[in-house]
């Protein structure tokens, strides 16, 4: 780890800055030949310029790193900054010299590749460089994985599919926003493949999202909450369409986004035809209506967008089944309209579909095509993949919990929590390892009675969220059809469902949302004994096997890792009682 610090610290000395500056400038002067540059140099030097600045940064304020290995990696750079200067100087002016002849070629292909190249084997050439004048060896091996084959394999490798059509939708990685992918026993051939800046969904949704003042990587994901309060309006639906294109029988492309030369300019497009982004208090009541329908448009128009593409995928490969992976894919309402418009027989969604998950897939993917290993393809019933934490840090935790006062049980069964959700309390579970990915599934989870309307509002509160943001329920699998319309199994709540009607609705309206739909996970034995048990105690006591689940959090902060972070967490929280790995805390 010492030597991956160091290596990133050397990485980003500022005459390296400097010297690719220069490149940059060079850049500049050849916009004037041809505009396609501009593109090209937004697509390879400044995001690399960008990532190490951002390390740099972490590595510098970061208690986690040793001032001694500041101190080192300082002395590092001073000795060894020239002969890194010159081979880095080396490596950029190959890359310049390489747009130079495609972009005088008019080569468009050539480009698109350079593009790519400058930002997988030209990294690793500086990687290697770099790494061989800190630490005097050669270093060890590196494989790059394209990003888009990393999200494709990180679906199909733990879908127990054989044969599938992937399909990878997000903001970009590399040049590609969108690519379709047929995978038959492991091996993965690229179809198609659509390109920033004028086929990115996910960038569509962030940009448009900044209107209603919800962009960033956490805008999508309220604008899906906050959208079925609102309906259609002409105004805002005409706007959304007539930016993206859909195409009902996509032959060449399913989508295209339209009057912007790139999605990145989608928010000064909507200034100059809606004015300003509103402005709104986010947690007021009434909700602002302009808000609440322009968030309709938007999602609606994204689904849309998100069905052409998967009709367009299966039009092309023939596959019938589908590995579906990329940031657009945590989309959920999107995938309950896959799942109800039955375009393909079977479909799996990643987990963790952003870009967390490109990790797994990475790994994946090199462990069979570069390590010779072969993946048992089954298809994953959990994502259970966090830290473990042991005895000791149990300790600490409890030691904290008795420095606040609380009350301690010893060996405590979690189907004790049912008694207190009867007493409408609320409570938190921590058990096992973390979940891989943005949802709770039973080991970092809030849990509150369903059928108490106002556990909505009022669970929202204690998360410092808005009112009006959704709370998905878990249940058990044997009872989801008495539920939902389909009553699949979808353990891992990236795929909503629509209850069977409002008298159900009724009986649970904590986790209804306002358009009759929730985004459930359905529980087994075999997923989790004890989030199993728990939720069958509640029914046996209830007749509802349903429990209101949302992630152990507060508002903007990660889900909660360490125990000692859970007793702090339920503290401010202000829950009623946690339950901790066998131990009951809770408030005298």
């Known amino acids: 780890m010492e030597d991956y610090w160091r290596l990133t610290d050397l990485m980003h000395e500022s005459r390296i800055i400097q010297d690719v500056g220069r490149v940059e400038r060079e850049f500049e002067k050849l916009e004037k030949l041809d505009s396609i540059s501009t593109v090209i140099r937004r697509n390879s030097v400044l995001p690399m ?12 304020l970061s208690p986690s790193v040793p001032l001694s290995l500041k101190l080192k990696i300082r002395k590092a750079l001073k000795e060894e900054d020239v002969r890194l200067m010159h081979e880095i100087s080396r490596i950029m002016k190959n890359i310049y010299s390489s747009y130079k002849k495609a972009i005088s070629k008019k080569d468009c292909t050539s480009l698109i590749h350079l593009n790519t190249i400058s930002l997988t084997y030209h990294a690793a050439d500086i990687i290697r460089v770099a790494w061989k004048l800190a630490f005097n060896r050669e270093p060890p091996r590196f494989v790059f994985v394209s990003h888009h084959l990393t999200h494709a394999a990180s679906a199909y490798y733990t879908s127990g599919m054989n044969k599938a059509v992937g399909v990878v939708i997000d903001s970009r990685g590399e040049w590609e926003s969108t690519s379709i992918w047929s995978i038959k026993d492991g091996e993965f051939e690229r179809i198609a493949s659509l390109s920033h800046p004028k086929y990115s969904l996910g960038i569509f949704y962030q940009e448009s999202g900044e209107w209603i003042g919800y962009g960033g990587l956490e805008g999508p994901a309220k604008i899906m909450g906050l959208a079925p309060y609102g309906k259609p309006n002409e105004k805002f639906t005409n706007v959304i369409n007539e930016l993206l294109k859909v195409f009902d029988e996509p032959k060449d492309v399913p989508y295209r986004i339209e009057k912007v030369k790139s999605s990145v300019a989608v928010l000064d497009y909507l200034k100059s035809v809606l004015g300003e982004p509103i402005k709104w208090d986010k947690n007021g009541k009434p909700l602002n209506r302009d808000a609440t329908d322009f968030a309709w448009a938007l999602q609606h128009r994204v689904e849309e967008a998100y069905l052409a593409t998967m009709r367009w995928a299966k039009e092309l490969t023939g596959l019938k089944e589908a590995v579906i992976a990329g940031g657009v894919a945590l989309n959920a309402k999107a995938n309950m309209e896959l799942l109800y418009s039955d375009i393909f027989n079977d479909f799996f969604v990643f987990p963790a579909a952003n870009d967390a998950g490109t990790a797994v897939g990475a790994a994946l993917w090199a462990y069979e095509h570069v390590l010779g290993g072969k993946v048992k393809n089954v298809k994953i019933e959990n994502v259970f993949w966090g830290l473990e934490h042991d005895e000791e840090d149990i300790e600490e935790a409890l030691n904290l919990a008795k420095r606040m006062n609380y009350r301690i049980e010893k060996d405590v069964d979690i189907e004790h929590l049912v008694d207190k959700l009867l007493k409408n309390e609320l409570v938190v579970v921590y058990q096992g390892r973390a979940e891989f990915g943005p949802r709770a599934l039973g080991h970092r989870s809030i849990v509150a009675d369903p059928r108490i309307a106002e556990n909505w509002e009022r669970v929202n509160f204690h998360k410092g ?7 998905a329920p878990s249940l058990l699998l044997d009872h989801a059809k008495e539920y939902f319309i389909k009553g699949e199994h979808l353990p891992f709540m990236i795929v909503m469902e629509r ?17 009759r739909t929730a985004r459930p996970q359905t529980v087994t034995t075999s997923i989790d004994r004890n989030w199993y048990n728990l939720i ?13 689940n949302t992630s152990f959090n507060l508002g903007g902060e990660p889900l909660v890792e360490t125990p000692a972070q859970a007793v702090l967490s339920f503290t401010f929280g202000g829950f009623d009682a946690l339950w901790l790995e066998g131990y009951l805390i809770s408030r005298r």
């Open 465 to 471: 969220r808005e009112w009006w943001r959704p709370l």
């Open 49 to 60: 310029l960008d990532l190490v600045k951002s390390i740099w940064s972490y590595i510098m």
């Open 536 to 548: 069958r105690a509640f029914g046996q006591e209830t007749g509802e096997y349903i429990v209101m």
């Open 499 to 515: 209850y069977k009607d409002e008298e159900v609705c009724k009986r649970v309206p904590v986790v209804c949302h306002v358009d």
